[in-house]
């Protein structure tokens, strides 16, 4: 089987065998910039995308992510420097948009496309149910992990492929648009506003996302880190109450973790109820449900920032490894519940090792599969793995080495070898037999029995 590690030896006909789409070989996309005209009632997106590429292989012709429910009317291409860039068709289906150029774009090239393209977006189907561009009751939302970035715009939907981004999105003026990054500037013409947005931080296409709602601007305090919320009127008083920690958890992780890596952290609270809260890139996305006052969701607001770290500025380089996110964000709860309960993350652990033993032991972390990708195993477990090693080499050297992980992937990808890597060098340190991290490794990512309760 070819599996997407291979990914950086483009073979053609290979497909992710996570999300099944197929490869989109021999180029990068370094910078996306999305015009969007979005019309709330019908739901309707007139949108101009223009993307820098450069590309690692000749190119007579290349694809790109697009959901088929989203008609392309134009498409046209730009050299930058000598080469000279044309196109001369596209052909758009099946979720791919294909386009063909006059001639061979020789290899190291840089070049713009720009893709003219309108409709009603709506979700994408996946294994995981429905996932990118959802319309809610009175605006939209996106939220599109693993592969939903394509719902709403030409992409490369892969998690490894990151680049900046550019937003500018009109909506109708009593509507707020929210899109990662930094808001540049808001204008109104007319009966609609225009609200750009931009991030220098590289991000992986899922993580893209535009909110669009009714909705009041929150400062939060308790964090040198700027925090915005954006929340509909009726549930601020909850929210003010549920979230009055936020500020400290990204205290508490910023000191752990080392420095929050982005200028801002966003929170969207929607008007619909939501069943579980969304990550994105320098935001989190939570229902009306999460912040009714009862403070019942703080263990999801504390995952949520936490993702900020492992998810978004250390990304994936391909599925299987969803534990190194999932993993962190999982163990970021219970360390969260440490500082602020004095609860240990050892009790914690020790709870969610009881629940894992009663459940079927046939689930490899090292390499989940799609189907089982999200399944709450894979965050406990992924946690209690972060807890092994913990207890493995002293909270001193733990941290130190979650610290150096985090630093040396920042705004990048990474595998579970950076890791290994990195905990190998915190034990040979600490004085702790590599050959024991070796064994705790093995057991807990490549093999399906529970092993002993770290302690
Ligand atoms: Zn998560």
Request: proline share 5%.
């Amino acid at each position: 089987m070819i599996r997407s590690r291979l990914r950086k030896t483009p073979v053609p006909g290979t497909r992710d065998s996570y999300t099944g789409i197929d490869f989109n070989l021999g180029y990068h996309i370094r910078h996306y910039r999305l015009e969007l005209d979005y019309k709330v009632a019908p739901n309707h997106l007139r949108a101009v995308a223009t993307l820098s590429l450069d590309n690692y292989q000749e190119l007579k012709q290349l694809t790109l992510d697009l959901a088929s429910h989203l008609r392309v009317t134009e498409v046209s291409a730009r050299g930058i420097g000598a080469v000279e860039v044309t196109v001369a068709r596209f052909r758009h289906a099946n979720a791919k948009l294909r386009i063909t150029f006059d001639d061979p774009i020789p290899v190291d090239q840089e070049f713009e496309l720009t893709i003219r393209y309108s409709g009603n977006p709506r979700p994408v189907r996946s294994t995981w149910g429905t996932i990118g561009w959802e319309e809610l009751s009175n605006g939209s939302l996106v939220a599109s992990q693993p592969c939903g970035a394509h719902s709403w715009f030409p992409c490369d939907d892969t998690p490894d492929e990151k680049a900046t981004y550019e937003f500018l999105i009109t909506a109708d003026s009593p509507y707020t648009v929210v899109a990662n990054g930094a808001l540049d500037s808001k204008s109104v013409k007319g009966s609609r506003t225009t609200w750009r947005y931009h991030t220098n931080h590289p991000m992986a296409s899922y993580l893209a996302t535009v909110q669009v709602g009714q909705y009041k601007l929150i400062e939060l305090d308790g964090s040198k880190t700027p925090i915005h919320a954006y929340v509909p009127p009726a549930v601020i008083p909850g929210f003010r109450n549920d979230f009055a920690d936020q500020g400290a958890m990204l205290e508490l992780y910023s000191k752990l973790y080392g420095p929050y890596p982005f200028a801002s952290y966003t929170v969207v609270v929607t008007e619909d109820e939501l069943e579980i809260p969304l990550e994105a890139q320098g935001l989190s996305i939570f229902g009306a449900n999460h912040a009714k006052g009862d403070k019942d969701w703080e263990r999801l607001i504390a995952h949520e920032l936490s993702h900020q770290w492992f998810g978004n500025s250390l990304g994936l380089a391909q599925w299987d490894d969803i534990w190194l996110n999932e993993g962190f964000a999982c163990y970021s709860e219970w360390l969260w519940f440490e500082h602020s309960t004095g609860k240990t993350a050892a009790e914690s652990a020790r709870e969610h090792y009881d629940v894992l033993a009663s459940k079927p032991q046939d689930l490899l972390l090292a390499a989940p599969g799609a189907k089982d990708m999200f399944d709450d195993r894979v965050y406990k477990r992924g946690a209690l793995t972060v807890h092994a090693l913990r207890v493995l080499l002293g909270d001193e050297a733990f941290f130190a080495m979650v610290r150096s992980y985090v630093a040396a992937g920042r705004h990048s990808v990474v595998e579970p070898i950076d890791l290994l890597r990195e905990a190998r060098r915190a034990a040979e340190a600490a004085g702790v037999a590599v050959d024991k991290l070796d064994a705790l490794w093995d057991a807990w990512l490549k093999k399906t029995a529970l092993p002993e309760f770290p302690q």
